[in-house]
C-alpha cells in the first residue's frame, strides 16, 4: 500500500509545474527530520526515534538516493542527512548502508570537496 502511495505520490510530483521547488522543500524537510533525530538519539528520546526512524527510512533513502543526481547543494544535504543519521545506522547494523550513502554523496559525477560539520 505504501509503495502505490508512494508511485501515486512521485507522478504526480512529475506532472507538477514546481517539481524543482518541491523537490528541495522535500530535501530540506528531511534534513531538518535527520538533524533533530542526530540530536534525540543519544538521549533519553532514543526509545522514541529508534521507533520512528524505521518507519520513516524508506522515504530517507529515497531522499538521498534523489540528492545525488541533481546539483552540489543537494548532495551536501544528501550527505548531512546520511551524516546525522550515523548513531542510528549503528544501532541496528546498518553502518554498510552509512558507509555507502556517504561514498555515493562524496563521490558522485562532478562532485567537489565538501566540508559538513
Known amino acids: 500500500m505504501l509503495e502505490t502511495l508512494r508511485l501515486y ?17 522535500h530535501l530540506v524537510w528531511h534534513q531538518t527530520l535527520a538533524a533533530r533525530a542526530e540530536g534525540d538519539l543519544l538521549t533519553i528520546c532514543q526509545k522514541e526515534w529508534n521507533s520512528r526512524l524505521p ?14 543526481g541533481v546539483n552540489l547543494e543537494d ?3 544528501g550527505l ?13 547494523g ?3 548502508e552509512a558507509r555507502y550513502r556517504s561514498h555515493s554523496s562524496l563521490s558522485a559525477e562532478n ?3 565538501v566540508f559538513v560539520r
Not at 9 to 25: A, F, I, M, P, Y
Not at 55 to 68: G, W
Open 9 to 25: 505520490g512521485r507522478q504526480r510530483l512529475n506532472e507538477s509545474v514546481d517539481e524543482t521547488q518541491l523537490r528541495r522543500k
Open 75 to 77: 548532495r551536501e544535504i
Open 94 to 96: 546498518l553502518f554498510r
Open 55 to 68: 518507519r520513516e527510512l524508506p522515504n530517507l533513502r529515497d531522499v538521498m538516493q534523489c540528492a545525488l
Open 80 to 92: 548531512r542527512i546520511a551524516t546525522s543519521l550515523f548513531p542510528y545506522w549503528l544501532f541496528p
Open 111 to 113: 562532485a567537489k570537496p
